[in-house]
């Protein structure tokens, strides 16, 4: 007798591996797909699964009563019903998607899905509907037109994801059935990692890391400010018409000139973690591609540059993705 319960849990664990292979076997999942007879499914909606049992109220009541005009109603209702079964198929029939893909996006960011869908014959598809999971889009496709249609898929984590099981369904023209076809785009999308919300400045040549801590910078020959004399300044620094006017000693400060290129280093970076250095590395690429600079990402083994520009970016946003 206690075995009887895991039983009855293996047997419900293995229907859904059932009615995967079973799904396999009928329908082609990857694109492109042109909908044919066995890839399409159709079902009465709740709608129409009451005007069913309206009618066969009426049907057994006009029989009992031998009410013509009943009989008559019942009869004109279900052939109706029939042919909107028909109509519901044949908006998916013949229906092509040719390919999927998506715009990279940051972690955290809904990915904008986007299908184009194409109609070959010379009747309009109306009251069509793209669905994965929660997110829907409603749509039609004019006779022999094409149409590209766009889903918002959940966040993902940073990385390769394949955007899973789509499905396609109308319930045109009535709502009384709901034809759908799965389908299933192998084709994955990339996710960049999400950049730090409050990254340390970017690190500039010469200059150490330390915690995120820099060490001050070396002087050289390219004048930078005044700032008050402190003991030890050479005299020929001091700036004697300056401090004449503002009533106090001033001294020049020269710094070296910034190098406009800059290296990246994931191992270099601060952090506390894998995620966090890359994090900090993103937002790194993406302030030095907003400034205008040159610079190289070290990411393991992967160096990429010295480069800039969007190529550049993609280049590197990818590289910390598949780190």
């Known amino acids: 007798m206690a075995a009887i319960p895991g039983a009855r849990a293996s047997e419900r664990a293995r229907r859904p591996r059932l009615f995967e292979r079973w799904l396999q076997r009928r329908t082609r999942l990857d694109l492109p797909l042109t909908l044919a007879y066995r890839q399409i499914f159709i079902l009465p909606t709740r709608f129409g699964w009451l005007l069913a049992i309206l009618m066969g109220a009426m049907l057994i009541g006009s029989l009992n009563f031998n009410n013509n005009l009943g009989l008559l109603t019942t009869f004109i209702v279900a052939a109706t019903s029939i042919n909107t079964m028909l109509l519901s198929f044949r908006t998916l029939r013949g229906l092509v998607i040719r390919r999927g893909g998506a715009v990279p996006v940051h972690a955290g960011q809904a990915i904008d899905y986007r299908l184009a869908v194409d109609n070959p014959v010379e009747r309009p598809r109306s009251g069509l509907v793209l669905r994965a999971g929660d997110a829907r889009n409603v749509f039609s ?87 008050r004399w402190r003991e030890g300044d050479p005299l020929h620094r001091i700036a004697w018409k300056a401090s004449q006017r503002h009533q106090t000693l001033l001294s020049r400060e020269f710094r070296r000139e910034r190098s406009r290129h800059v290296t990246l280093d994931l191992s270099l970076a601060p952090g506390r973690d894998l995620e966090e250095r890359i994090r900090i590395l993103t937002a790194w690429v993406l302030r030095a591609d907003a400034d205008g600079r040159e610079w190289t990402l070290k990411a393991g083994e992967r160096a990429l540059g010295p480069a800039r520009g969007e190529a550049h970016r993609h280049a590197c946003l990818r590289a910390l993705a598949e780190t």
């Open 141 to 227: 496709v004019a006779p022999r037109g094409s149409r590209e249609v766009r889903l918002r898929l959940t966040p993902r984590a940073r990385g390769w994801h394949k955007p899973g099981r789509l499905r396609i369904e109308t319930t045109h023209p009535l709502g009384l059935f709901c034809a759908w076809s799965w389908f299933e785009p192998r084709a994955p999308v990339l996710v960049w990692p999400a950049p730090a919300a409050d990254p340390p400045s970017l690190p500039e040549q010469g200059e150490a890391q330390l915690g995120g801590r820099r060490s001050p910078r070396e002087e050289g020959e390219e004048f930078h400010s005044l700032r």
